[in-house]
């Protein structure tokens, strides 16, 4: 008779909450670290979401995707709201324990980036915070290699009958095309024949705005504990962040909406 699964063991709640080894005796580090773990663990989910939505995309079954799609804009809210637990340290809260992480960066985030890289925001760059070889970037290379989310959609487009030229590399980042920006028109100004991709519009648009409420949030966040310094690992801290607020998944669903 095999051994008792138990809630503990079942969830290895051993090996997860002995994860959490703070540098220093400061009380709020364990909160820094519990936080940034957490975070990874959704961004993991998210991941597996996203990948299970591409699939059924990819076969042409819209509607069942929509769960997932729906499932990682609630993910991100509940990331999003972690912010605020974050900005109950003050800076002189951080400032105690600041200098143990050393060069560490959330910039370094593999999982971040490999999201990034499915929804279509695709940075090769980013490849040199990962040691050659690791499996942090072998998923980076990975997913910076495949067709995105987007990818997908807009294959589904093309089989709907719209006239859309298809990128060759999709390696490089989204660039907006007239192309796409008209084939959504038309399926915005006849959603009864297209009800499928707009509802999958829809659900790409929450999910993009998602991800901006997050990146927004992280802004203020750090702006409220280290205001403008440089960032641990030697970014321009939330200079940085500012600049990623103007990045789009999916410009075309946004743009659309002035022509309608």
Request: proline share 3%; hydrophobic share 40%; no cysteine.
């Amino acid at each position: 008779m095999g051994q008792e699964v138990t809630y503990g063991g079942y969830l290895r709640l051993d090996q997860l909450l002995a994860a959490q080894e703070p540098r220093t005796g400061q009380h709020d580090e364990l909160l820094f670290v519990i936080l940034h773990q957490t975070m990874e663990l959704w961004m993991k989910q998210l991941l597996h979401e996203i990948a299970a939505a591409q699939g059924q995309v990819r076969g042409g079954d819209l509607v069942p995707a929509y769960k997932h799609l729906a499932r990682v804009s609630r993910i991100q809210a509940v990331m999003t709201q972690a912010w605020d637990i974050l900005a109950t340290m003050t800076p002189a809260d951080y400032m105690n324990f600041r200098a143990a992480l050393g060069g560490s960066s959330g910039f370094q985030s593999a999982q971040f980036r490999a999201l990034e890289y499915k929804l279509g925001i695709k940075d090769a760059a980013h490849l040199k915070h990962q040691a050659e070889g690791s499996p942090e970037r072998q998923m980076m290379e990975a997913a910076l290699a495949a067709p995105s989310l987007y990818d997908d959609v807009l294959v589904q487009l093309a089989k709907a009958g719209f006239p859309l030229s298809l990128r060759a590399d999709i390696t490089q980042g989204y660039t907006p095309s007239q192309d796409v920006e008209d084939a959504w028109y038309e399926v915005y100004r006849d959603t009864a024949k297209y009800w499928a991709l707009y509802q999958l519009a829809e659900k790409l648009l929450d999910l993009d705005d998602a991800m901006l409420s997050w990146r927004h949030k992280h802004v203020l966040t750090v702006e409220r504990v280290i205001g403008r310094k440089r960032g641990t690992g030697g970014t321009e801290g939330v200079g940085y962040l500012q600049s990623t607020l103007t990045k789009r998944a999916f410009p075309e669903i946004w743009s659309v909406r002035t022509r309608l």
